[in-house]
């Protein structure tokens, strides 16, 4: 197994092995672009999800970056693809970040200078004091970090999870916001490729303008599983309402009247299921938008389903990161 030093040595060469007809940067900025691109559509690939028009857009994406490109071109983006992935697989690191700055791709002028692995690390161990007991109180961990870069901060975060026995692939949810599209696309690869759950923008924090919101793959596998605990949650409800409709006084009906059972009467009567119910799904995009400064957003948000917590600690523990 190569090391993450050694992978780093052959994407850098790789990147060189690029013709000179094409500019270094512009090589990077389209192999980013199909990189992100090719992780969303894992899932649809896979079968996991329908085939739909985000789906088509980014195909349609994907294929006008390719078509740039000779077919011995396209082969070393798969490879640098490749050593990518086994560079996530080895463990936590801001691989593509460093190669980035290393190889003079960032935009110094818009700001970019990424924060070294090691002071992120600090940082977060420093943030994440007690994650579980925050895990057992909310059912999550949500980030928010405002200006990704290439992730690094989002990286040493869930390594720092980990560090505390808490999976950040079931436990942790990211929302993360870059101006700069290589930056974006940095981060997707980054946190899709360590199954992390996350929305990824393309857009500007401070004028709260967003122009693409991503979820990484592992974010749609995690609300895939929680809209089923919602409805299993809600047919307990249901159960419980026909096997004991007095523990839902508004149900019963007037003395003498027809007593009419209706999912209604069960949602209005049984604020739990209500609750359930109205709790917006992990995965809507909009659950993550920036808080309009104007409107009131709840601080701290009640856990919509209560989690089986060894089962949620272990949902995708078979090999747990980084253990
Ligand atoms: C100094 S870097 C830090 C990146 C990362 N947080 C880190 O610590 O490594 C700042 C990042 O902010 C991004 N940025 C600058 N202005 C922004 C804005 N208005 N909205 C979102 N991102 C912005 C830049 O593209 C750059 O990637």
């Not at 929680?226 to 009906?253: G, M, T």
């Not at 003498?256 to 917006?280: F, K, N, R, W, Y």
């Amino acid at each position: 197994m190569s090391s993450v030093p050694q992978l780093k040595k052959d994407f850098i060469q790789t990147l060189h092995s690029f013709s000179h007809s094409h500019n270094q940067s512009t090589v990077f900025s389209d192999w980013l672009e199909m990189a992100a691109i090719s992780l969303h559509q894992l899932p649809y690939h896979n079968g996991d999800f329908p085939k739909d028009e985000t789906f088509a857009d980014l195909e349609a994406k994907y294929t006008e970056r390719e078509k740039c490109y000779t077919p011995e071109e396209r082969t070393a983006f798969a490879k640098l693809f490749g050593l990518s992935l086994m560079a996530h697989r080895e463990g936590f690191s801001d691989f593509l970040g460093e190669i980035a700055a290393e190889q003079e791709l960032l935009n110094e002028r818009g700001g970019q200078f990424f924060t070294p692995y090691e002071v992120c690390k600090m940082m977060a161990k420093m943030t994440f004091a007690d994650a579980k007991a925050i895990v057992e109180e909310k059912g999550l961990i949500t980030v928010s970090e405002p200006a990704s870069g290439g992730g690094a901060m989002v990286i040493a975060s869930a390594e720092a999870l980990v560090e505390q026995g808490v999976d950040p692939r079931s436990c942790a949810q990211f929302d993360c916001i870059d101006i700069s599209r290589d930056a974006f696309n940095m981060t997707y690869i980054q946190l899709a490729a360590l199954d992390l759950q996350a929305v990824v923008r393309h857009g500007n924090t401070l004028s709260n303008e967003m122009w693409e919101s991503r979820p990484t793959p592992q974010l749609r596998y995690f609300d895939q599983w929680i809209r089923e605990h919602q409805q299993i949650a809600r047919l307990e409800q249901l159960r419980d309402f026909f096997v004991n409709p007095e523990a839902f006084p508004a149900a019963s009906s007037q003395e003498g009247e027809e007593e009419v059972i209706t999912t209604d009467s069960l949602e209005t009567s049984a604020p739990q299921a209500q609750e359930v119910a109205e709790q917006p799904s992990l995965f809507e995009i909009d659950t993550f938008a920036p808080a309009d400064p104007t409107e009131r957003r709840p601080s701290r948000r009640k856990a919509d389903v209560t989690l089986p917590q060894p089962e949620q600690l272990d949902l995708f523990g078979q090999e747990r990161q980084g253990e």
